[in-house]
């Protein structure tokens, strides 16, 4: 039972992990830009879902179109500010910009909301569970899992069925092809980034619901967005739920057979090993 109950909270956690991963491989596939700011662009989300709620008593789920818009524009602006200056300069020029863009980000943060902790205790879901043959589940983590794996599935259909979406994906296999055919590239990066925005910012909205808010509450998931991505494949949104959900039951697997203080260190092991044998990772070509 204890074993159903830990699978359980992996595979539930590997579908927010995932989410979080789409908007890194987004960017990654699409523009081969690694944004270090992507961990800070889902504490950023976190924040705007609770002050939301403290100012205006707007519960996360309500506010989770108000943190996806946030979040959007805030990628928009990133890419327009900072990446399309660095875009064309070696690859260790953009991953440092975005590197210090997401300390400003983090110790903006700190200043403006001091490093507390904060926590959303009443909204909607909070202190709800179910039961399922033994197995008890937080309401808010059903509630963000099945709300990442629409979004992830949304995010797909939009890549793969939409003009939009095979412009991104012109735009990814060959640039000046791309620009040959009439597409404007630069639109597509930076609705690109939007999207990857947009996908951390969902996450955001609905970890709060059960997860601390404090300036750097995004550091540990922009490494673990980062694992992901490697481990399912650069540019592979199918890719990156699979892998969401390898970590997710690894983690929590690890800190129960291990212990939580080497749970990562399994995480770190399984991507090695995976690398070596796929080095595209699992749905990478």
Known sequence: MIIGQIIANGILMGFIY??????????????????FAHGEFLMISMYTAFWMFSLFALDPLGALPVCIAVIFVLGVITYSGIIKRVITAPGLTA??????FSMFLKNLAQYLWTPNYRYINDAFVSGKSISLGGIVIGMPQIVAALASIILTIVIMAFMDRTRTGKAIQATALNKNTALLMGINTEKMYAITFGLSGACV?????????????????????????????????????????????????TEALGGFFL???????????????VIQVRPKGLFGW
């Open 18 to 35: 995932a989410l979080v991963a789409v908007g890194l491989t987004l960017t990654w596939g699409v523009m081969d830009i690694i944004n």
């Open 259 to 273: 212990g939580t203080q080497f749970k990562y260190a399994l995480v770190f092991l399984i991507y090695l090993i």
């Open 201 to 249: 910012g969902a996450a955001g909205a609905l970890m709060a619901t059960f997860f601390p808010i404090y300036p750097a509450s995004g550091a540990l998931y922009s490494v673990i967005a980062f694992v992901i991505v490697a481990l399912g494949g650069f540019g592979n949104i199918k890719g990156a739920l699979f892998g969401g959900l390898i970590i997710g039951l």
């Open 95 to 100: 991953l440092l910009a975005t590197f210090g």
